[in-house]
Each structure stands twice: as structure tokens, then as C-alpha cells.
């Protein structure tokens, strides 16, 4: 598919019904902060009947943490689609079954987990002591995270890594081992001081056959349900408040807003975006660190 600029579009109002908004990399600005002007957007469409879904690999915590005080009783897409939210009650929860959880938690542990400061001394090492200490050095410098509904679960505790963390997972807590977490697992996510993606090749390609193995970010992999992501919570939300594709504007910038894309006639992939999505979608926003989205919603609202 040509993706058309946004500037293309005749300006509204449209009829938009749902606005559905991925966060990092698309809404957020350059130092993931909510982009000064979108609370007068919101009430925009507050004004217009637009309901406005953040869309996120984040847990629904760091979400209405984020959003909660502005919107009470909002509708959200949470943890990549695996927790949606629909007027402030759950209406739809995926996870992975307990013996997948322990599989992963085993290949991540069959990798080796060290501190990012280990690993940097490590680098600084000389050649020799390096290859002395290369059969117990793990092969990527990455971190398991377990998302529960109710919290996200982690062994590795140095800072760095629960820095990167708690970006994304603000109800976050360190225990002794992940294979004694008893609740139910919505997905795994591992973070990977290096690029994700080729770990992801190295270490998961054994899950891809029961499991959905996605590239989120540049050092973020989810592992989640087969046939759960953000189109699947933007669908469960259409139904739910019976609103059409046509009426339906979808915002995105990498691999896990794929899918999400098809869910919305109205689709857009960020200029900074993978090529992926600027292939599928149907229109290019400006960035997000031009604030793309607010540009492209004061364009549909009018």
C-alpha cells in the first residue's frame, strides 16, 4: 500500500468515533512524556463524543497512572492487547498457560542474567581475562519480566534494568524466582540491553510454533497468546461501544501496532515508524517528536 500523507486529508470534522493511540514512539514525545496540548484535545473530543483508547505494551497500572486523574472510567488496551479495558471494567483478558511460562522463564535462565554493570566491566576486561570468562558470560545482557494483571514480577535488580522497567510497569516486584509466581501470566516480556531482535531469533524461535514472539521496541520482546494483539482490543472495543472501522482512527510507529493498523479505516503509521507499518497503514503522520498525533487529530476534529 502508497501511505498518503496526512496533509492529504480534507479537513473535518469527520465522523470519528474512536481515537486508538499507541504510546511510545506515537503519542509520547521524544522523552516519553504526554505531549504538552493533548488534554485540550481531549476535552475536544470529550465535547464531540470521541473516546480516546491509549493502546500499549504497558501494564494498566502505569496507564492510568499516566491518564486516570483526566480520565476517570476510560477504556484502555493494555499490555499489547492482552488486558482491554472497556469504561473502566475489564472486558477481555488473554494469557499464556503456566507450562509456557515455565519454558520461558527456563531459556531466559538458560541465557544467564547479570547486571548491565557486570556486563560493561566485562566489555572493559582485557582480551584475556575475556575469554577466560567467556563460557559463563551470558550471550545477551537482557531481563525477564512476568505480566500479571495485577503486577509485573522480575529477578534481575540492578539498576539499570528496573529503570528500563518501571518505564512501563509502575506496580513492579522483585522475587527470589519467577517460577513461583502463582497468578495467571498475560504475557512475558524480556528486555535486552542490545538489540531485541536478535535474540529474539536466538533464543525464542522454538516458541513461535505455540506462542506469538513480538519485536515491541528496539530492546523490548513480547511473548504472548497466539492470535492476541492491539487489533484484537480495538475490535473487543468497536463491539463494545458499536462503533465501525469507518469511524475509527488508529495511530502507530512499530511491530506490536501491526495488526492494530487493519482495525481502523483511519490508519496511521508515524514518519518514524518501521517500514512495516508505513507499508500497511493509509496515511503518514508527522513524528511524535512533532507531535504527530495532536496534528493529525486537530485535522479530523476541525
Known amino acids: 500500500m502508497n501511505a498518503a500523507d496526512w496533509t492529504t486529508i480534507a479537513p473535518g470534522p469527520h465522523d470519528i468515533r474512536l481515537v486508538v493511540a499507541d504510546m511510545d514512539g506515537t503519542l509520547l514525545d521524544g522523552e516519553s512524556r504526554i505531549p504538552e496540548g493533548f488534554w485540550e484535545r481531549l476535552d475536544r473530543m470529550e465535547q464531540l463524543g470521541v473516546r480516546f483508547v491509549p493502546a500499549s505494551g504497558r501494564q ?37 498457560e503456566h507450562g509456557a511460562v515455565s519454558r520461558i522463564i527456563d531459556a531466559v535462565m538458560a541465557n544467564g542474567q547479570t547486571s548491565h ?95 506469538q514472539v513480538v519485536v515491541s521496541g528496539a530492546h523490548w520482546v513480547d511473548i504472548m497468546n497466539l492470535g492476541t494483539d492491539k487489533r484484537r482490543g480495538v475490535v473487543a472495543l468497536q ?33 518514524n515508524a518501521h517500514p512495516d507499518l508505513k507499508e500497511a497503514a493509509h496515511y503518514i503522520a508527522p513524528a511524535n517528536t512533532e507531535y504527530g498525533v495532536l496534528q493529525v487529530l486537530d485535522r479530523l476534529l476541525g
Not at 170 to 196: Q, W
Not at 261 to 270: H, I, K, P, V
Request: proline fraction near 4%; aromatic fraction near 10%; charge should be negative.
Open 60 to 96: 494498566y497500572a502505569t496507564l492510568t497512572s499516566m491518564f486516570g486523574a483526566a480520565m476517570p472510567d476510560a477504556s484502555y488496551i493494555a499490555e499489547n492487547g492482552n488486558l482491554v479495558v472497556a469504561d473502566g471494567e475489564i472486558a477481555s483478558v488473554s494469557g499464556i
Open 117 to 211: 554493570a557486570a556486563s560493561d566491566a566485562a566489555d572493559a576486561s582485557d582480551s584475556a581475562d575475556a575469554a577466560s570468562d567467556s563460557d559463563s558470560a551470558p550471550a545477551f545482557d537482557i531481563g525477564l519480566v512476568l505480566c500479571a494483571a495485577e503486577g509485573a514480577y522480575v529477578t534481575r535488580h540492578d539498576p539499570d534494568f528496573l529503570a528500563e522497567c518501571r518505564k512501563y510497569y509502575a506496580k513492579l516486584t522483585v522475587v527470589d524466582d519467577l517460577h513461583s509466581i502463582t497468578e495467571d501470566i498475560l504475557k512475558a516480556a524480556i528486555f535486552d540491553f542490545g538489540p531485541s531482535q536478535p535474540m529474539a531469533d536466538a533464543l525464542l524461535s522454538d516458541f513461535t510454533k505455540e506462542l
Open 239 to 271: 463491539e463494545h461501544f458499536g462503533i465501525t472501522p469507518a469511524q475509527t482512527a488508529v495511530f502507530g510507529d512499530y511491530l506490536n501496532d501491526l495488526e492494530m493498523l487493519d482495525a481502523g479505516e483511519w490508519s496511521f503509521a508515524m514518519s
